[in-house]
């Protein structure tokens, strides 16, 4: 029983990673492959926790954490939370040869309100163009992102910073001769 509930885990905390930004879809029905020191599983309570050195790979979606919980409800997915200095991820989005990568302290994500949470030293990065602050809010439903610095920050490294590179343009061709 342990490790069907480990891999139900894992799906499902890659379920989060699924959500955003127009991630691969194909990787949803990806075997996932879990690394991690220990693993403490509560039937009960519906609780699992990884612990130290967390790598979770499920097609393009590479997780590194030193922590993660994963909270079930009645429903299926309740809560994830990851944590590490930095919790890192990253995921080909669909359609594209980009990557979206994020690193944070800790990872937070409510299934049932579809709201991911980057905390902590927070960036997001899809291409070239990136985003940083202390927090980084993205909700799948709403398809909505906040982004907030360091309250009360004395120093310019306190606010929130994004840097959104120019998209190369197509070359023209020439027009031809009659």
Request: no cysteine; charged share 25%.
């Amino acid at each position: 029983m342990k490790i069907s509930n480990t891999s139900l885990y894992a799906v499902l905390f890659s379920a989060l990673l699924a959500t955003s930004a127009h991630a691969e879809k194909a990787d949803r029905d990806k075997p996932v492959n879990l690394e991690a020191d220990t693993v403490t599983l509560d039937d009960i309570n519906k609780v699992s926790v990884y612990q130290g050195n967390v790598v979770l790979i499920q097609g393009t979606i590479l997780l590194r954490a030193d922590r993660v919980q994963v909270t079930q409800n009645a429903d299926g997915l309740d809560k994830v939370s990851a944590t590490g200095r930095p919790v890192a991820f990253r995921q080909k989005l669909d359609g594209s040869a980009e990557f979206i990568e994020g690193y944070a302290d800790r990872i937070d994500y409510d299934g049932a309100n579809g709201q991911l949470e980057l905390i902590g030293q927070a960036m997001l990065r899809r291409g070239s163009d990136e985003l940083r602050g202390a927090r980084i809010s993205y909700n799948a439903n709403t398809e909505f992102y906040k982004v907030v610095g360091q309250p009360n920050a004395r120093t310019p490294g306190g606010r929130v910073r994004a840097i959104i590179r120019p998209k190369p343009r197509a070359t023209q061709q020439p027009a031809a001769k009659p």
